[in-house]
């Protein structure tokens, strides 16, 4: 669809039929595996490694879905919320897997190589923090960031945040997750002159509301720098960061 | 009804009959006004000044209140959320009345003198937390305390915060008063050893919810010196830090 | 306290004292203006035009700040949220201003030369939403960018926004501002492979809440590339846009 | 109740003593199994299949429900968030009984032949809500109604959904069941003129809130096209279709 | 751009140029006024009067859309949330208008004639929910269809209903508008085997939440035809019903 | 409805038609007034007086609705939530009308005598929550029962309160009205053996939710003599109390 | 606490030493039993059965209660929401203990007579929400009330519930249970002049809410007869019935 | 951080050179452990004692915290939310540890010694508060105070209260837990005169939404003494009121 004039000219030169057309605008861009459509094109339309949600589906959909796609051409495909099992299959049916156990991501295929110097600053608040951090972090790398971590570095110990104040405003982007108040991404966010995105977490208790008070909060942040994700959601947020520091690529 | 063992013993020595007793255990700690129920023993159990909430009274009320309890020995009474038009009915009336316009406070007599060199120290995020912020800052003056401010500090500049750390550190109890994500007593909150009485303010738009946030976002704080009243309550904040700081009182 | 290195390096070698130093860490990077703590440092910092929040402060505050802001060597000070009076008091007070009605924001000084080709793309779901994603696209102008603007443009219809397809995709960062079910970051987060900065609008009624619901449909968007700012903030997702947007610019 | 009329005409004629009448009135609706009060008129008044709901129900309660409304003259009972056991029992005991996972739907006795060439189709956003949309499905099918299903066709990837535009404009009712942003409904209802029943599902995480957010999100549709039915509630989304695709009967 | 495939004939057999067809694809349907684009298709496609929603747009704009629509063929044009100012600007200007004063709409043009027998019941609960069922009442009326009305017909006085159940049962479609707590149409949707649209009201007050409470109850009906549109939605539930009551016509 | 027996009996021996028995059992309870059904029957199947909710309706038709019951035999109609402006009318067109400020009740005819030595007790928290409390008063007045006030008797104070134990104690059944924390109920609740009707208030600021705090604390109140009524519904509340009040009737 | 006159005149007279009094005020009205202050006077002072909360206490501890209490002279002392493994305990410590299943309560000592003719009514909705109501039942039942029950009467089937008007009719007090969209009470409580305790269940899913639904439906009850207790609270439901029906005791 | 100026002075006197002065400023004030930065100045900064969040730790980590805490002079360390594994962890590995079930709190080190006579006073609701009640007690214990405990003191049975006045009132501090309404902190805030610090806890059903409610209700407490934490933060309140005791120190 997004290939209408080609396929126009097509049409217009005789080299493509009328129906012909109707059914590639139809079924070009994805393969139907039945349950689910798996988008081939994306790879080739966003040159970017793909991504399979595993939390709801099964090992053998997910690694059947990795296979279509390494088939297709995709060099490195990820695999996020991935539960053990899966890993262990696909290891087990011969894909070259590899499983970053905090992020909770399965990588099949061949990491790309980082081309850039810049890189992508993932910060978080709390020690429980960190698997969400790490899905931000690890994604990030997947898709050709180098990634520099500031783990631990809640608010009320606000020099811990300081002392590194010089490797949060080097970054290209900066990933801050944080549960509870929420109030890290306001204080990272006046400190810096680049995008932060901001992960409230799910960690907390009582009136955290399982995320819902950190959420709110860094909707109001003070720093007119900061957007925010989903509760937990890492891999949107390093998925985020990387197209900020891959926009310094020359286009 | 506090007293008692004294009113028994009164009882047993015959210095009181039993009909007085109970009348006594009835009638005595307040003085029925219809509209209200003025406590005008409070002064005496707990060597305070008087507090009248201005918001839902009349300024007929208030001044009438206010006379009774000067008339009964009160030095010096405050009204809270006092509209102006109470302010000048109480002059008109040739009460001792002077008016702090920001805090909307109303004090009708003598200020406490300042017995002590320790002070409570008052903190706001943005201009727009300044009304709140006074009405803590009169509130612990009017009840005997030495008062620092430190306002237009948000959590996004944390060097403007930062440079007034002494002063923060050196108080016997700080109120924090933020709207929007409600950062700030967290922040404060790790700087201290002394409680921090967080004030959630009703500034912001949107998913601030008119303070619902901040109040939320204070509630999980990560600091764990912060507890906190309802939003814009900053004369319970005020009277809170008031009572912390007279602690240090010879007793 | 960003330069401790060079303040301590002056402090070595003699040409600063530990008392000067000491302050400057204190007083270097704001000027007190009573009301406010105007941050004059962070143009040098950010190489960014300078913004006032107007719609806490009276006219004569804001342009107040905008003066002290020129006259510490800022070429353009935008204020947000600006009440007209504010406009018209900077005219007359002869400072060199614009004011753009949709977007409630006033210009003073000149605005920065656009030095890129690159261009950032802001949508908006229906003509009531066109102040808020007005405030976007000449927030982005300011800070230096080409915008180009789609309009009423909602999700039931969607032939009106695929027949733009073309501009969305071809853009370095894209805002889309919606209402009531707040769907269209979805589908134009699917159409691209540069950040969406979603801007939920208090457009709707009944179970909109105010914009509440497109905020929590915006935070569940099914698209990896879309984040997410307060309501009606279209100043922050302009902000943000332009950062990635001058991402682009060689480093 | 409905028949006052007819029985206060056998009242009349002397056919029917005004006890009789009086007991008729009120017993003659359904039958009392003790645990449940069993409408056995129900299929008489509306011609439909009958419905068991099976969450809340023993599998020996569900089973002779079913077995009683068979004995009543009903030809096809479907047992709604049936259990397996419930089947099962239903197998054993002899009952014509048919099972369909997904849907989680028991069907016993003969399925209705399919009067019409008009058909309802049912979508669906990813593949975790295909058991909400199936439960629709499988309930329209018992219903009598031909049914056309397009699953895992979210916003994000808009031409999935419009490649099959053909089949969706040529139904008599849609049935959209999506979690997450919910935003299906209105891009569906802006393809046509005929009433969509948006069903939200508790698929997502975070602020998804089980659901709350995608069924607050349908409520505000931009879309006039839309209305909704309770979270997971695929079986009255499908009811509601089936009465709409029956009104094209010759009546 | 849902004629892909005549316009693919039309380019094949050379009546259309490449460009022309692209450009068709992309600008045919609508019809860009600047403050909003106009959809002059939508009549042919839905053979259906056509809407403006009066609310957001000043008089001058939405006499403007329905002259231009008026001039591209429709025959009758609604505006809905109607100010008065909008009804005597259309008379002035010389549309052939008429105000419904109750449900806030103005009918420019004619109504369509009559042509079915069958008509769509519109029930409310109390007075107070007359405007919401008049909007849903007109709405159906000018899209063609006969309306019976049923006002004032709450639960805690459930005879009055009942009184009037052969009119509802003789219906091809049921609007229910009811406040508080929201249970009418629970009880009306286990009267009929047709759909019934529920429209929560805002009418009621403390923990009615403005229409909340009657949204969320309707939500939950226990009657399986029930389902819900927005808050005071009364265009949504009568053009929804419509769509049903066509659905009888010859196909 | 409720009389199918006696109606039964009438069709049985020939002194009703089936025609007439069919049309009283659908028009006897009510008379239509248009813009409302007014319940002429109830007084006699409920021996109270008349109520009519003022507050969305005109004066002339709470006027007009008071003369048709007064006429249809009422001895005395009240309404509730009354602007002053409906008192005033019904003065002028001669109607026998006494006012309660306070309460904001109307009250037309005569009110009725007291026949018991029983008294319901009316307590509220606040002197900003007496309005609510008045209205119970007065409707309990109104409907027959001698009331007992107990006022501004908050928790803080709780001496205040049990000064009143004696008469608490002696109630049949006792209404108290409280917003802020609503805590006011449970400490009632605990001192007696009789139902108490709980009727939160709007009374408050900030996380007060313009009652809602009140509301769910009163529901979830330790003693078990404790139901809730709608926030400032002090008409319903009184309405109960005058229910269980008369309960001790000879019957 | 209550008797402060008795003991004052017993100090008067010598008979009571001024400390032995002051511990008499103290201690009296409970007996402390180290995890629990168990009150002796209550059945005295209110001539009911004993309640003891059986959810969160151990067997032992429950037992150990009801133990004191028998010793302490009650006749009859219920646990509620009662684990079968306290009754078990209760039985094999030799109480004389009686188990109901449904609601959840075991009954140690004899129940009361039932001295009176008049009757509790105790409807529900569905039969999910039988638990609740048999909790709502039995509680009256052992308070001395005859009760009669009306179950499975959900408003969607209308005629069901009618066909019992007359026992509805007939009560001294109704309580409805009902879940979902808690439509129930309004019904029941536009038949009856006498008070209605509305009880909302967790029954439901999706927008139920674990009965917030069925709560706040039943607060806006459009029944003046109307009052709500807890989610699921068929204790505090029943109890209150009880203290209604009681009322009608000679007194 | 704090220090800049010792450090500033040491570098001027060429005891510390710029690097290490530098370097100073980022490391100096917690030692990092990979998994946690430890923060090993704080004591010395605040006197007090350690403490370690044991809930989201495994047993390992908590016990290696305190090791390197205790290594580094710390006399008392004290684990919150300990799970009974840690604390059998800790002893296997010789430290000195004691583990207080109910509070759930492992103490590892020496107790420090009272020097004060005052003391902190911990009320609970209900016997299922106790738990933390007791988390807030033993904190305060660990850090210096002594304690008293009034338990099982609910409002609905205001003589148990009432009878330990004396108690309460002598305190420098009150905590009060409190679930359901959570009216307990405002009867007993309206008895003293020192800072009452609430804690809502999750005990209770329905709409007590696991301590929502009672947070709410304490947060609109009428008494000016109020201030409150998160839901079940007993560990917070005991260390506020810790800090309110210690006040008194002399100074």
Do not use: W
Request: aromatic share 4%.
């Amino acid at each position: 669809m997004m290939d209408t004039k080609s396929i126009l000219s097509a049409v217009k030169d005789g080299s493509l039929s009328v129906e012909e057309a109707e059914r590639m605008l139809r079924t070009q861009p994805y393969v139907d595996m039945g349950f689910a459509k798996v988008d081939t094109q994306r790879r080739i339309r966003q040159g970017a490694s793909e991504v399979i949600y595993g939390a709801s589906k099964t090992p053998e959909q997910s690694v059947s879905i990795a296979r279509t796609l390494i088939d297709n051409g995709s060099e490195c495909v990820m695999i996020t919320r991935c539960p053990k099992d899966t890993y262990e299959l696909a290891k087990q049916e011969g894909l070259d897997a590899d499983f970053r156990d905090q992020a909770r991501i399965c990588i099949i295929g061949r990491m790309p190589e980082k081309k850039r110097e810049s890189y992508v600053c993932v910060i978080c608040a709390g020690t429980s923090d960190i698997p969400v951090a790490e899905e931000a972090a690890v994604t990030a790398e997947v898709l050709g960031c180098n990634v520099r971590r500031i783990y631990d570095a809640g608010v009320a110990g606000i020099h811990r945040l300081l002392s590194d104040a010089d490797t949060i405003m080097g970054a290209t982007a900066v990933v801050v997750a944080a549960g509870m108040e929420g109030a890290l991404p306001s204080v990272v966010g006046g400190l810096v002159s680049v995008p932060v995105i901001a992960v409230p977490t799910s960690v907390g208790y009582g009136a955290s509301f399982e995320g819902l008070t950190a959420l709110l909060a860094m909707m109001n942040s003070c720093a007119s720098t900061v957007s925010v994700v989903n509760i937990d959601n890492g891999f949107g947020a390093g998925y985020i960061a990387s197209l900020i520091d891959r926009r310094g690529d020359s286009q």
